[in-house]
T-cell receptor
Framework: DAKTTQPNSMESNEEEPVHLPCNHSTISGTDYIHWYRQLPSQGPEYVIHGLTSNVNNRMASLAIAEDRKSSTLILHRATLRDAAVYYCILRADGSGNTGKLIFGQGTTLQVKP | NAGVMQNPRHLVRRRGQEARLRCSPMKGHSHVYWYRQLPEEGLKFMVYLQKENIIDESGMPKERFSAEFPKEGPSILRIQQVVRGDSAAYFC???????????????FGPGTRLTVL
């Protein structure tokens, strides 16, 4: 599975936008870029995913570089509830894919009031 | 639609006992994944099951651990003769049958926190 690199930690102020970067220089053409987050003492929660085009949903936006070697998760207005560990994960498509998620260390986001 | 359910939420066992962790996937989901999170560590994939079949067990320890997902009832992760190093949070996730190979999301349960004394 292709590897991702994220900063260990980031800080943000409440109600400000947050840009969480992820590098995945060895991404293959069939790899989807997934983001999950894990709030303290909870199970992971899906945030967003994309393949080539930028994506928006009610939780966040995903900006994917043109060469797909990096992506950025954007939280438009951080709230205290967004304090969590954010994981950037590559998942291969295709009939041989078992769909398992390979979690790295993620980025621990702190949100200050 | 109820989410993924896991029970018990907390489980305490003494060394040498057996631990049984249960996971009920979301309604209509036929794919179940188990992950383990050791203290102060990241989440690690353990096993992937479809109804009555183990598809990928590449992350399962070779001994003492087993998993099943019967035709009826929840998925079970079973740990025999537990040791202190098994203390961890165990999460299961489910995904729908028809989109599991399209990069779709997994829905996680709240986890079972196993403590081995």
């Amino acid at each position: 599975d292709a590897k991702t690199t994220q900063p260990n930690s980031m800080e943000s102020n409440e109600e400000e936008p947050v840009h969480l970067p992820c590098n995945h220089s060895t991404i293959s053409g069939t790899d989807y870029i997934h983001w999950y987050r894990q709030l303290p003492s909870q199970g992971p929660e899906y945030v967003i995913h994309g393949l080539t085009s930028n994506v928006n949903n009610r939780m966040a936006s995903l900006a994917i570089a043109e060469d797909r070697k990096s992506s950025t998760l954007i939280l438009h207005r951080a709230t205290l509830r967004d304090a969590a560990v954010y994981y950037c994960i590559l998942r291969a498509d295709g009939s041989g894919n078992t769909g398992k998620l390979i979690f790295g260390q993620g980025t621990t986001l702190q949100v200050k009031p | 639609n109820a989410g993924v359910m896991q029970n018990p939420r907390h489980l305490v066992r003494r060394r040498g006992q057996e631990a049984r962790l249960r996971c009920s996937p979301m309604k209509g989901h036929s794919h179940v994944y188990w992950y383990r999170q050791l203290p102060e560590e990241g989440l690690k994939f353990m096993v992937y099951l479809q109804k009555e079949n183990i598809i990928d067990e590449s992350g399962m320890p070779k001994e003492r651990f087993s998993a099943e997902f019967p035709k009826e009832g929840p998925s079970i992760l079973r740990i025999q003769q537990v040791v202190r190093g098994d203390s961890a949070a165990y999460f299961c996730a489910s995904s729908p049958l028809e989109r599991s190979d399209k990069g779709d999301e997994q829905f996680f349960g709240p986890g079972t926190r196993l403590t081995v004394l």
